[in-house]
Nanobody, 114 residues
Framework: QVQLVESGGGMVQPGGSLRLSCAAS????????MRWVRQAPGKGPEWIST???????AYKDTMKGRFTIARDNAKNTLYLQMNSLKPEDTALYYC????????RGQGTQVTVSS
C-alpha cells in the first residue's frame, strides 16, 4: 500500500523557516521523481518543486532561492526546506509522486503569521 505522510508544518512568523518531511512507503522510492505542491485556502494546487531520481531539481520561479527540495533514498524521505517565509506562503503543503503512478499525502499545514 502506497503511503506518503508529511510532517513538519506549523505556525511561524514572517521571515522564519520550516523543514517539511514526507515519509514514503509501499513503493521503491528511489525509482521515482517526487514533487511538493501547496494549496492555499480558496485557491487551486500550486506546484513548488520537483526532484528526479538523480537528484536534479526544478522550482517554480517564485520559490527559487527560498525553498530547497531534497531526498534521502536510504530513509525513503523527501524534504522541503523553506526559508524567509511570507504570509502568502500559508497553505496546505503535500508531497506527491511526479512520475509513473499518482499518489499524494494528506498534507501538512503551514501558517505564516505575526
Amino acid at each position: 500500500q502506497v503511503q506518503l505522510v508529511e510532517s513538519g508544518g506549523g505556525m511561524v512568523q514572517p521571515g522564519g523557516s520550516l523543514r517539511l518531511s514526507c515519509a514514503a512507503s509501499g513503493f521503491t522510492f528511489r525509482n521515482y521523481a517526487m514533487r511538493w505542491v501547496r494549496q492555499a485556502p480558496g485557491k487551486g494546487p500550486e506546484w513548488i518543486s520537483t526532484i528526479d531520481t538523480r537528484g536534479r531539481t526544478a522550482y517554480k520561479d517564485t520559490m527559487k532561492g527560498r525553498f530547497t527540495i531534497a531526498r534521502d533514498n536510504a530513509k525513503n524521505t523527501l524534504y522541503l526546506q523553506m526559508n524567509s517565509l511570507k504570509p502568502e506562503d500559508t497553505a496546505l503543503y503535500y508531497c506527491a509522486t511526479a512520475q509513473g503512478f499518482d499518489a499524494r499525502g494528506q498534507g501538512t499545514q503551514v501558517t505564516v503569521s505575526s
